[in-house]
Nanobody
Framework: QVHLVESGGGLVQYGGSLRLSCEASGRFSRIHEMSWYRQAPGKERELVADITSGGGTYVKDSVQGRFTISRDHAKNTVFLQMNSLIPEDTAVYYC????????????WGQGTQVTVSS
């Protein structure tokens, strides 16, 4: 059982920055992958960025150069640094973690609201 706690969302002006964090706690053998998704009202949930246990990263094209995903293995925490925010970034951001226990298991964070005003 793994529990995810997200933080760092909020209201920010156009061009501002936010740093999201997601900490995993509980029992697992190894974290396989940590990801950030987002979902705007009436829109489907989309992958924003992910990072594997080996350190490989993926960032969605539309946020390339503005968002950076990173991790702290000792704290089982993943971060999403968001710079130069625009209104199109407004969404609920969800942390997703895939980990090994009795197989490859997936769990989701509670979501944190990011709102960017013009």
């Amino acid at each position: 059982q793994v529990h995810l706690v997200e933080s760092g969302g909020g209201l920010v002006q156009y061009g501002g920055s936010l740093r999201l964090s997601c900490e995993a706690s509980g029992r697992f053998s190894r974290i396989h992958e940590m990801s950030w998704y987002r979902q705007a009202p009436g829109k489907e949930r989309e992958l924003v960025a992910d990072i594997t246990s080996g350190g490989g990263t993926y960032v969605k094209d539309s946020v390339q150069g503005r968002f950076t995903i990173s991790r702290d293995h000792a704290k089982n925490t993943v971060f999403l640094q968001m710079n130069s925010l625009i209104p199109e970034d407004t969404a609920v951001y969800y942390c997703n973690v895939k980990y090994w226990l009795e197989g490859l298991i997936e769990t989701w964070g509670q979501g944190t609201q990011v709102t960017v005003s013009s």
